[in-house]
């Protein structure tokens, strides 16, 4: 007679869920950013030379309230009515709230006067900063116009 292997079935012993410490993972971020904090240098970002525009759109000036903002020998920001860089054209004002009154004010005689316009049009120098222009922007947005044109000056 062969001898028959008998099976014995075994109870199982239940197995433990393995679990992951994650401490570890979170102190190595934490030291991580420690340390890219305390290594990085915070510069003012370098000023880049944009290539001229090849597409835009053209402007009716004569529809148009033109505003110019120029950086004067100073560092300060004039705002000039029309095209003319003339000081009869400066816009008045001491500290940007009041320019930016000023702006508005001039702005809505513009469209209201006869003949009526319907544009406003800022033109900037080279050297003025993103900031002063985005402020000239929102001054000329208070008023009721169809459209809000932005240019650079071409160097001379």
């Known amino acids: 007679m062969a001898l028959q292997k008998k099976s014995i079935l075994r109870p199982r012993k239940p197995q433990e869920e393995a679990e992951m ?25 370098l000023a880049i030379d944009l290539p001229a525009a090849r597409h835009g759109t053209a402007v009716v000036i004569k529809d148009s309230v033109v505003l110019t903002v120029a950086k004067g020998s100073d560092g300060q920001v004039l705002i000039y009515k029309g095209d003319n860089p003339d000081r009869r054209y400066l816009v008045e004002g001491l500290n940007p709230v009041e320019q930016d009154e000023a702006i508005a ?5 513009q469209i209201t006067a006869a003949p009526a316009k319907k544009y406003v049009l800022i033109k900037g120098e080279k050297g003025v900063l993103q900031r002063d222009m985005n402020r000239v922007e929102k001054a000329a947005g208070r008023a009721n116009v169809e ?4 240019g650079v000056l071409e160097a001379k």
């Open 21 to 45: 410490d994650i401490t570890p993972m979170i102190d190595c971020t934490f030291l991580l950013l420690i340390f890219f904090l305390v290594a990085s240098r915070i510069d003012a970002p």
């Open 105 to 109: 004010r001039y702005i809505e005689e």
């Open 147 to 150: 459209q809000l044109f932005v």
